[in-house]
């Protein structure tokens, strides 16, 4: 990535939130090679924390890739923000709606384009207790059947104690350790050429979200739970608490 070709909009981004980062994380990063492929590629990160986005960013643009995330359209919607978000490239998806077809275009546009295309394959914080990776959704295993591109898995450990979503803390404290790793591609070359059915969309997804999990697994220790399902709660009789 040529710094020279970032543009006005892009250098603000970088001048306004990598300092900040440079003060409040202690980075260690590993396999930033896996970003430095020719061409586009799809990166889809775990989501543990509302900080993450950052240390995401950070971490793919030290790699010399300009991150292009694909995020909620109601924040484009803010004033200022929504503005900025556009000129940086980043791509806004109204979920659910006929439109999202739309977004779906400009992936894939962006990636023709050489870009490094970021999807939270979850969608969302991950509800699991621990953190874990909980089932995925298919936007990610749409794209890639769509343009063949590499799906580069990366997981993170230790946005949590920038902000952590099962408490709301806020942890101001500098130098926070953070740990990002990218894996090599998920390997998805049984479905080449599938047609994008539920059934192949979601056997897909399935295979990048136990990636990541297993990638994650390495780098926080510990073991993941065995089932994406949550235990459902047996329903309380009525009239009673």
Known sequence: M?????????????ALVKPVMLAWTRRTWHGVEQLRRPGGIIIVPNHISHADPLVCAHFIYDAGRWPQFL?????????????ILHRCRQIPVERETATAVKSLDRLVAALDAGGAVVIYPEGTITQEPELW???GKTGAARLALATGAPVVPVVMWGPERLFDPRTGRVGLRPRT?????????VDLDRWAGATPSRVV???MTDQIMLTL??????????????????PV?????????
């Open 133 to 135: 990776p909980m089932k």
């Open 177 to 185: 350790p953070v740990t990002v790793l990218a894996g090599p591609p």
């Open 201 to 203: 969309l979601e056997e």
């Open 233 to 241: 709660r047996p329903r309380t009789p009525e009239g009673t608490e």
């Open 71 to 83: 995020g909620k359209a109601s924040v484009f919607r803010v004033p200022v923000v929504g503005y």
């Open 213 to 230: 999990r297993d990638l994650l697994a390495g780098v926080r220790g510990g073991t993941p739970p065995p089932l994406w399902e949550r």
């Open 2 to 14: 040529a710094r020279r070709r970032l543009g006005f909009w892009r250098r603000f981004a970088v």
